[in-house]
């Protein structure tokens, strides 16, 4: 396997406890990531950590460039990606507080640059998302939980929207008839992208309110800190077992669902971006 790559959202802007040894800013076909990315040792293990939201957590969910942050990974050697997300709670499980690894993915975002293959490669590519993350890297997270004594649900359907204002009551409702039991803004297009470039990827994700609706009071900011602080401390714990548990990782399907043809269209991809960017 190459490298773990952590990536951090809200509430998690850095990780306490990586050595950071340098940080590199990383230019790529498709413009600049979030911010430097940070390489350091975790438990004894090489990582590197990138900022979601950038290190002072002043890029909303719509702005990311997801595909300079996912592609910035792979160019360094990241093989195996754990990506942090705070979200909101919609079914009877998701309480404020848990920890989940979600299992599925739905996309309400609209807009957003969501693909490498913006057309004009030799060969149109469609990647197989039937399952959105990898399961190694869900296993070694549901792992790392179990062996430190965290409760942690494996399992629950991410529902992605486009922010940045959080979901009508209604919006809620219809969500949890399609089958999402969280909500949060960043879930995609990080996911897809990662498989369109054969990284193996997985949510882990901590429930910090209940969603539009689903409690008698108006969702605030001071509320989701609470229990965000208390949460990222978990989250952290979690991260620097798992990263010692991915390190038997073999290549998985997520590295081969990127056949040779699509990673012909990717260098392609690359190439015309380049040729797009301004000088
Ligand atoms: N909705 C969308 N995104 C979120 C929420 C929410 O309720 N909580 C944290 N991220």
Known sequence: MGVVGIIGGSGLTQLKNLEIQQRRIIRTPFGEPSGPLSFGRLNGFDVVFLARHGYGHTIPPHRVNYRANIWALHHVGVSHVMAVAAVGGITAPMQSGVLLVPDQLIDYTHGRPSTFFEGGESQV????????????????????????????????????????????????????????????????????????????YAPLALVVNPAAGKAAEPITMAAIDAVMHEGMGRVREVLARAVTLLQDCGPCDCG???????????????????QRQPV
């Open 125 to 200: 590519i469609h990647i197989d998302y039937s399952e959105p993350y990898c399961p190694l890297v869900r296993q070694r997270l549901l792992l790392a939980a179990q062996q430190l004594g965290i409760v942690i649900q494996d399992g629950g359907t991410y529902a992605v929207t486009p922010g940045p204002r959080l979901e009508t009551a209604a919006e809620i409702r219809r969500i949890e008839r399609d089958g999402g039991d969280v909500v949060g803004m960043t879930g995609s297009p990080e996911a897809p992208l990662a498989r369109e470039i054969g990284l193996c």
């Open 256 to 274: 081969t669902a990127v056949g040779p043809e699509a990673l012909h269209a990717l260098h392609q991809a690359a190439h015309i971006a380049k």
